[in-house]
């Protein structure tokens, strides 16, 4: 049930996930640490890579602070990628410059969860970011933990990196569903167990993200998005029953509303695609939901940034909400603009 009253809880992202309604909604951005930053530049070329900086927690500590530092963002979320997953079960991974991820051949033979130790890093970061915040002063800004939905980190498996059509992993799905199944059955107990360890070490909440729901059918959907999110929760709920769980099928459209009704999530991430009215009209009643500021109107500022933020608020001011992008911050982002949707969003309606 929603609630109708605003919860006397410290934290204005946490009271929205339980439910409350608020004047002015909380904010955070996805890739809110990155590449937009002249600090986080400055740090990478220091250190040399991704992978350098994600696990190594001083490093990822200190930019998952970086943003908060100018912007004071409701939440921070640790600085790591959906793809430690993959590379904690035994298969290769690297980033390379201006090409991304690339992962080694799959062998379900080898992968295991034998090898989870190796995300201890992940955890450390989070409990020196808990402590930094605190040292700080962002008392009343909460900490996101997040893992990448079993269909999304597959397909990375399976395709050897990014992939415009996912066929290869579409046609594992069709032609070998017990094999795919396998898979999906590993990355589900092992993100499950992630998510708990996060919070063990600190995150207050976490997110799932399933950045590439969007390329499934309908019954893909049920079946490789929403089925293995709700053994996620379930396993997670086992143990943390009220930590909230924000689950994003990026790209999910009206599958949205099946995601919300069967996962058994906290929250909704949405991406900029969907339709305000429908998300207050259908989504909102249901559950608190984030998001869906188009990333390119950030990165564009000026009058369209205005316009499009105050629509936003306007449409979703009645329900639970926190604001959010439909998808990441672009490198490219002029901080000025990070700084002017800040402003907008803290203003009353």
Known sequence: MIADQVLEIDKSFLNVLSGA???IP???????????????????????GFLAMAFDPKSACEITMQPLRRFDMDAAIIFSDILTIPMALGQHLEFVQEEGPKLGDLDLGIISEQGMDRLEPVY???SATKTAMKIEGFDRTALIGFAGAPWTV?????????????????LMAYREP???????????SATAKYLINQINAGAEAVQIFDSWAGALDPEGFKRWSVEPAKKIVELVRAVYPDVPIIGF????????????KNTGITALGIDQHVSMDWVSDVLQPILPVQGNLDP?????????????IHKIKNDLKNGPYIFNLGHGIHKDTPVEHVEQAVKLIREKI
Request: aromatic share 14%; hydrophobic share 45%; glycine share 10%.
């Open 124 to 126: 450390e970061a989070l």
């Open 249 to 260: 099928p990026k790209g999910a459209g009206y599958n949205y509303l099946s995601y919300a």
């Open 296 to 308: 390119f109107v950030l990165m564009a500022g000026g009058d369209a940034l205005s316009c499009a």
């Open 21 to 23: 309604k608020v004047g």
């Open 26 to 48: 909380p904010f955070w951005f996805m890739r809110q640490a990155g590449r937009y930053l002249p600090e986080y530049r400055a740090l990478r070329a220091e250190k040399g």
């Open 178 to 188: 017990e094999k795919f199944l396998k898979l999906i059955d590993l990355l589900v």
């Open 154 to 170: 597959a397909t990375y498996m399976v395709e050897g990196g990014s992939s415009r059509d996912f066929m290869k992993t579409k």
